[in-house]
């Protein structure tokens, strides 16, 4: 695949090349949200940009469905499962994207977040497992919100994991927009600790993790705290040094998708240069291969010019069913069961659609959009 190949030969190319990619498949109202769901995700993801993070939860449902559908024997069930985001169609695409904006906009763990709508589907009495476009209805959202605050409250889920990217170290600190949002919620999670336990907190985020420098955590919670989380007795090893090269640069994983619309953050961010630089490249790459920057515009009226052009070469050889209609109807001829299980499904669908027309509509303004999450971020700590 093209992606792959260029992410190989040049990460920062692949990069533009990911932006571009997205733009291909998604609505433009998909990317409305990344500037500030980028400050909201969960605090291990916000390095990472919208392309990896939907990678990062598609690795994680493929994992998480496989391991739920183990039958009684203990073999995994037999599913698809691709290593790149890229090997799915677009409409599959589309539905990662949009739960990953669901799961980024509650601030929570992936993993956590789908095992939470799958664990509701199952109490639901589901039979199947919830597919990608059924993680962000709005009951799912209300329940997986509900049942992770707690475990955030307890400290069941860290604000990072003990693994997580080097630049959230101490060591490797340059005072960019994330690490400081990491270092307000450290600071937040301190102070909301009961006040005997709050040495112990400090001691495992400055010593034991060294998330927080001693000079840092001094001018945050002052030298008596600092001065009784150094005699606190440790419990896990310390964490050695992992300095990284000083060319890394440290970019929120929204850059390049730059918006212009008023109260954002894009205006206060420090590479909002760079950033609208970036959107620009992306904007030149697309206009030079489709000749215009609405590609799915252009991809829907193609479409809708082939549907056209089959339909008058079917009138041209007097076909009066398509292929897919003539092939249906010999697979029931030959079982007549599958007849009466399409005309079963066709009831159910009517039925539900009867149901949908019986609802009233709001008298004062309308319902939320599923595909655009609520941005609401989920206290961590």
Known sequence: MRLLAVKRADPEQGRIEEMCFAREILEPEDFDLEADLATLAYLDYRYMTPYERTEAFMLAYQKWYAIKQRDSRGRVGRRVQRAHLSAWPDARITMFWRARQHADALGVPYGRYIIAAMNKASDDGTSELPAPN???????????????????????????????????????????????????????????????????????????????????????????????????????????????????????????????????????????????????????????????????????REGDRKRKQRERDRKRAGMTMTLQEERRVLRELGNPKLKQKRLKAKERRDGKKAKKQEVPAPEHGGTKSESQPELEPQPQG
């Open 134 to 300: 059924q993680l962000y209805s709005d009951d799912v959202v209300a329940h997986v919100s509900k049942q992770l605050a707690g475990l955030f409250k307890s400290g069941t889920i860290p604000l990072l994991p003990r693994d997580c990217n080097p630049r959230f170290f101490s060591e490797n600190y340059t005072g960019d927009p994330v690490q400081r949002g990491a270092l307000d919620a450290i600071e937040a999670d301190i102070r909301k600790t009961g006040k005997v336990n709050q040495a112990a907190r400090l001691a495992r985020y400055m010593r034991e993790s060294r998330l927080i420098s001693e000079d840092e955590a001094r001018c945050r919670l002052g030298d008596d705290l600092v001065d009784a989380a150094l005699g606190e007795r440790l419990s896990n090893p310390v964490r050695p040094d992992q300095p990284l090269d000083e060319g890394v640069a440290t970019r929120p994983g929204c850059f390049g998708y730059y918006r212009s619309t008023p109260n954002t953050m894009c205006g206060s961010c420090p590479v909002v240069t760079a950033c609208i630089e970036r959107s620009a490249v992306v904007d030149r790459v697309l206009l030079e291969r489709y000749g215009t920057l609405d590609i799915r515009g252009l991809r829907n």
